[in-house]
């Protein structure tokens, strides 16, 4: 296995590790009461304030200007989400038949939707360019191997 196929390995386990608990948290919270809901959204939200903090440090602390552009991408792709999430959206569903909560409820429940769309996107464009970093990789391999006596 080569040095690509190694980091991949573990990324895959991470990803693996965060669906079954984004599995098993929605499961279980499904039958839950509010307050045990309210609770779990609450540690969601310091893990989730956790992992962008991390993603912050790798903007300020990365090697490479690319992959500092593309986290700061993301940080800010993150925020102008969030920030429509809770000053616009709930303002697009409104309909006079049904209650301010309803309209919030609504929203939400499209946004997380759109959310779990955009999560599958983002693998698929993981697998794209894990295959092509190990395209090039295998390239520069044969490469050097040619250049060997």
Not at 50 to 69: D, F, H, T, W, Y
Request: proline share 1%.
């Amino acid at each position: 296995m080569t040095l690509n196929q190694d980091i991949f390995a573990v990324k895959l386990y991470e990803m693996e590790k965060q669906y079954g608990r984004l599995q098993s948290r929605l499961r279980i919270c499904g039958r839950e009461n509010r307050e045990k809901l309210q609770a779990e959204l609450e540690h969601a939200k310091e893990e989730y304030e956790e992992n962008s903090l991390l993603l912050k440090q790798s903007i300020q602390g990365s090697r490479s200007p690319a992959v500092a552009e593309l986290a700061q991408v993301q940080w800010e792709y993150m925020h102008k989400v969030e920030d429509l999430l809770k000053e616009k959206a709930e303002q697009f569903f409104h309909c006079e038949a049904t209650s301010k909560e309803e309209d919030q409820a609504e929203a939400a429940s499209l946004y997380a939707e759109y959310a779990m769309d955009f999560a599958t996107q983002a693998m698929q464009y993981a697998l794209i360019v894990a295959l092509a970093a190990m395209d090039l990789q295998r390239n520069a391999e044969e490469k050097k191997e040619e250049q060997t006596p």
